[in-house]
């Protein structure tokens, strides 16, 4: 879609707080996401991301620790393959949706450091679209609801983009154990905007921006010199 109908097109839908971003190779994209807080980064701030801390996060936000290179990494690869299948996949479970991928970058014009990257947005832009893979030892976590990481990254989004509902699209896999092999399972969730959930979100990663714009990590009570 021609980004310059896409903003028409936001604007009739009462979306014009955003704005669009666009870039032509990973790189810029890296770029943009380093300017302010993405949705992968919202587990993290909110203490519910096992594999870092808020405190890391922290540190590569202002640049004293590079994140970590995970282009090699064998489930980030498969995650990439993947989305454009699950989106296909996704659209005929969901021929009313007509999900498609924006690739533009949304900011809040308020907040600019609020930033969202859709995996996709339904064709009437009222419905956005999270695509995950998964590999678990159970099914445990997703049986009745959505990890709670995944499900904070969606309510930033909506929480940027003024979206009222998402569809979560995930190919989750269960390990092998003994002789059983490996199952892999389809789900979908549908999520509806809660402005209680957005607020506390934004408000909580908010607090996290200002440290960054301070160079100041308030629970240790120090400032670190760049």
């Known amino acids: 879609m021609n980004i310059d109908f896409l903003r028409e ?11 669009l971003l666009t870039f032509k190779d990973e790189k810029e994209w890296l770029e943009i996401r380093s300017s302010g807080i993405g949705g992968s980064d919202v587990g ?3 203490g519910i991301n096992k594999y870092k801390t808020d405190y890391t996060l922290f540190l590569e936000k202002t640049n004293r620790r590079a994140p970590a290179d995970l282009s090699e990494n ?3 690869i498969r995650g990439k393959k993947a989305e454009k299948h699950l989106m296909e996949l996704c659209n005929i479970y969901n021929p009313e949706k007509k999900f498609f991928s924006p690739d533009v970058t949304f900011k809040r014009i ?6 969202a990257n859709l995996d996709g947005i339904s064709e009437d832009l009222t419905e956005g679209l999270e695509i995950k893979t998964a590999c678990v030892n159970n099914l445990s976590e997703w049986k009745s609801k959505i990890p709670d990481t995944y499900y904070s ?4 989004y909506m929480a940027v983009t003024g979206l009222k509902k998402f569809t979560l699209f995930a190919a989750v896999e269960v390990r092998a154990y003994r002789d059983n092999p490996p199952r892999r ?8 905007r809660n402005e ?12 996290f921006w200002k440290k960054i714009q301070k160079n100041e990590w308030n629970e240790f009570n ?3 010199n760049i």
Do not use: G, R, S
């Open 74 to 76: 064998e489930a980030v």
């Open 222 to 224: 120090f400032k670190i």
């Open 9 to 19: 097109q936001l604007k009739m839908k009462d979306l014009e707080k955003m704005d």
């Open 110 to 115: 308020d907040k600019p450091w609020m930033l």
């Open 196 to 207: 209680e959930e957005i607020t506390f979100v934004e408000n909580e990663v908010e607090k």
């Open 44 to 46: 993290t701030i909110l």
């Open 185 to 192: 399972h389809l789900i979908e969730h549908t999520i509806v």
């Open 153 to 156: 990254q969606i309510v930033y």
